[in-house]
């Protein structure tokens, strides 16, 4: 793509986006103007039956800016080794971001990958002797002639030291999701009935930014956890501190950047309701739900859990899909803008900055509200 055209752009939708890739495509034609331009190209990912894999490009891709799109956390990919029926793990899919870049042949003009849940993000610092997995992969990608990496709310961004000058782009879609929340919750967003909650200290900053642009208040939960046990893979919590003012009678949100197992969030959310909260919500960018939906259901019909807003970054069961508590947020054309400014070399400054908007969106919604 020119910067005001589009013929160079090209991109690649491996198996775990390919659904959601045609979605992209259709929104940057409708972007751009066009009408039903093909910019997906086709590709065939082979399976052996030992397990091994390889992966082909069925168009050229010379000169072109290639954007690779996939989620390494969708889980409902298959593929089958010695006659079994195996699922694909974070594992196996970045292993065919590389596949994909290996079939280039370098002959791209450039290279954009974009992961919306960032490869082994939780893997980021080295505690003893353990490995570093994240730090790893982008650099493996940067080896492999990757010029540019795009990625959302990161879990925690400061991995991107391990690459420092190299271009990497942390998205945070704060106005996309707050855009959904607000239609369905404006009426209770003022101080005296709304407050954002950080399930931890590490959610801390991004409470405070959600909590700013929605002009309320925010309170901690401190977890003190047992440092000596390590259980599936944590160290389990023993107590929540909360921090911050009274919850009693309040609509409280919780906010973080993913629900994984859920145990915290569902901790926090017991907890704020035993302090006399009116109702819990949950805003996510990524909700992964690793141990299942039943815990979330019985938070709900406890009457603890008023509902959980979280994107479509990630690939979402049908079965999560139809909770009567989840409300999609739809970043599908979120993701055609990112490549679109990406792609014509301008700046992400209007693509992330929100504050102002969500401001007039908020006051729209409040005074209609009225």
Not at 103 to 108: Q, S
Not at 173 to 178: E, M, N, Q
């Amino acid at each position: 793509m020119k910067n005001n055209g589009n013929e160079k752009l090209a991109l690649v939708c491996l198996g775990s986006f390919t659904n959601r890739g045609k979605l992209v495509e259709k929104y940057i034609n409708e972007k751009i103007g066009s009408k039903n331009e093909k910019f997906v190209i086709d590709i065939n990912e082979v399976r052996f039956s030992n397990g091994e894999a390889k992966t082909q490009l069925l168009e050229p891709i010379r000169g072109k800016d290639v954007f690779i799109i996939a989620d390494v956390s969708n889980h409902s990919c298959t593929y089958k080794m010695f006659g079994n029926e195996n699922r694909m793990s974070p594992d196996d899919h970045f292993q065919d971001i590389k596949r994909a870049i290996s079939a280039m042949n370098g002959r791209a003009k450039r290279i954009t990958v974009v992961m919306p849940l960032l490869y082994a993000s939780r893997q980021h610092r080295k505690r003893s002797r353990e490995s570093l997995d994240c730090a790893i992969a982008l650099q493996e990608l940067v080896r492999l002639g990757v010029n540019n990496i795009v990625s959302f709310d990161i879990h925690a961004p400061d991995v991107q030291n391990a690459i420092p000058i190299n271009v990497f782009d942390n998205i945070i879609p704060s106005f996309a999701i707050l855009e959904h929340f607000i239609t369905q919750e404006a009426a209770n967003i003022n101080k005296e009935k709304m407050l954002i909650i950080s399930p931890d200290i590490g959610a801390t900053e991004r409470a405070i930014k959600y909590a700013s642009m929605l002009g309320i208040d925010m309170g901690l939960t401190y977890k003190r956890r047992d440092y000596t046990v390590i259980k599936n893979g944590k160290n389990p919590v023993v107590e929540f501190a909360y921090l911050g003012r009274d919850v009693k009678s309040k609509s409280c949100v919780i906010v973080d950047d993913m629900i994984a197992s859920g145990g915290t969030i569902i901790d926090v959310a017991r907890e704020l309701k035993s302090k006399g909260a009116k109702d819990v919500s949950v805003i996510t960018t990524f909700a992964l739900f690793n141990d299942g939906l039943e815990s979330f259901d019985k938070l709900y019909k406890d009457g603890v859990l008023k509902s959980v807003y979280s994107t479509n970054l990630n690939y979402l069961s049908k079965d999560t899909i139809e909770r009567p508590w989840f409300k999609e947020v739809d970043l599908t054309p979120f993701i055609a803008r990112v490549i679109i400014t990406l792609n014509r070399g301008e700046s992400m400054t209007k693509v992330i900055d929100s504050k102002e908007r969500i401001a007039t969106l908020l006051k729209k919604w409040q005074k209609e509200r009225r």
